[in-house]
């Protein structure tokens, strides 16, 4: 690395810094930027469903933990089929409060999505037509102040009005779910128009892509699968729905998913940093292809020269293998270093100032205090099982889905799943087991 001031380093880890943001990378900028080749398997898996769907109207479970890269992932699977398919893609937690997520407000949002994408993609639909289902969208969200014609500005207008109404209003949200609780069949019958007139406008099939569903507390998504799946699943399109990765060990969803989906159920791997028990080991050897995967993810984001020889591998180790918690460790490392350099005279000598191991500690263990703050006696208990098994005595228990939905615990998989406490958590556990 070249000989640089201190101002000058200051700009390189705050640009670092700021592309380090665990934003998602869900447009074709961010992707083009920061995106590395991650699962292919899994995205072609996902596109193969879509595409080879004998009626066009298959519903597939999308699966995978916290920050494993599933936004990236779907992002990416949208971008693959957008020219064959009429392609909506939104986050459920962008859309609707959370507190107000069910079935019927799911629904009436892929139907005002899927109106949305028309005007984002010119699609010509006529003007009459085009101009119920405006008025339809806006008695329902109680937005007739603007006055519903056919013109292009006027229906883009009123569709962000109603999308703005649908995020913060909560009486309208009360309103559309009461109207539709007991009258679903017609909600899905506007639904299925809605779909059916843009598939005819643009001649491609529809594809719903939603996200962040998998954000939901268990009781919501308990609620909407289990009680409520069969709405979900009427409308005559394909939609991709998340879930988190606990819902698949939920033993009244999962026979509920593959009844209903035909086992289209695709989980999202973590990438296994280590082999099955290696991690044990005093000195553990990782994966050498995660590891590569993992040094070209963080090198469209910061110059690897600011790292130290082990601190770099360090971070690596600290993350599990999951893509977020790379991420995250780098970016408070990142923040140090601008501290320590912001405490040095303008004329100081920073040409040894790196990402040291020392840095990667400090960064570290102010992530660890965040994870194990909200950790009581039983979830250590846990935690020191799955510690030394591999395993938890119960892997259907509340206490544990909760502790996996999370990132405490992370789920790998070889011909078996398996479990493993997250590396950030090993010393604290540890100290439980011996004391």
Request: hydrophobic share 45%; charged share 25%; proline share 4%.
């Amino acid at each position: 690395m070249s000989q640089r001031t201190r101002n000058q380093l200051i700009e390189i880890f705050r640009e670092a810094a700021n592309n380090l943001e665990l934003f998602p990378l869900d447009n074709a900028s961010t992707l083009d930027r920061f995106a590395i080749e991650y699962d292919q398997e899994t995205l072609e898996e996902l596109a193969a469903l879509v595409e080879d769907s004998p009626s066009q109207s298959s519903k597939i479970i999308f699966s995978g933990h916290t920050g494993c890269g599933k936004s990236t992932l779907l992002a990416a699977l949208a971008r693959k089929l957008h020219d064959r398919f009429f392609v909506v893609r939104f986050s459920i937690a962008n859309t609707i409060e959370n507190a107000d997520v069910n079935h019927v407000t799911i629904l009436f949002t892929i139907a005002l999505k899927i109106m949305q994408e028309a005007e984002i993609q010119n699609v010509k639909i006529l003007p009459k037509t085009k101009e119920g289902l405006l008025n339809w969208f806006a008695k329902k969200t109680k937005s007739e102040e603007v006055k519903v014609t056919g013109e292009a500005s006027i229906g883009a207008k009123l569709l962000e009005l109603i999308g703005l109404k649908l995020k913060v209003d909560a009486v309208i949200r009360q309103e559309i779910k009461q109207e539709f609780e007991r009258k679903v069949s017609e909600l899905v019958a506007k639904l299925n128009e809605i779909a059916a007139i843009a598939n005819g406008a643009s001649g491609k099939n529809i594809l719903v892509i939603i996200d962040d569903i998998d954000k939901l507390e268990i009781p919501v998504i308990r609620d909407v699968f289990i009680n409520n799946i069969k709405a979900l699943f009427l409308p005559n399109l394909q939609i991709i729905y998340t879930l988190p990765i606990s819902a698949l060990h939920d033993k009244d969803i999962v026979p509920v998913l593959e009844t209903e989906t035909s086992d289209r159920i695709v989980p999202m791997r973590v990438l296994k940093l280590y082999k099955k028990g290696e991690s044990r080991h005093p000195d553990p050897t990782p994966v050498a292809e995660v590891v590569s995967t993992l040094e070209k993810l963080l090198a469209k984001r910061i110059d690897l020269e600011l790292f130290e020889p082990d601190a770099l591998q360090k971070v690596i180790a600290y993350s599990g293998g999951v893509l977020r918690e790379v991420i995250r460790i780098v970016q408070q490392s990142c923040r140090i270093c601008l501290r320590q350099l912001r405490s040095l005279p303008e004329d100081a000598d920073v040409s040894n100032l790196k990402i040291s191991l020392t840095v990667v500690e400090e960064a570290a263990n102010n992530l660890r205090l965040q994870m194990s703050r909200p950790l009581g006696k039983v979830d250590y208990e846990i935690l020191k099982t799955v510690y030394q098994n591999y395993a938890p005595d119960d892997p259907r228990d509340s206490e544990f889905l909760g502790l996996l939905k999370g990132l405490p615990v992370l789920e790998y998989r070889n011909a078996r799943e398996w479990h493993d406490v997250h590396p950030l958590l090993w010393q604290l556990v540890q100290e439980r087991l011996t004391s």
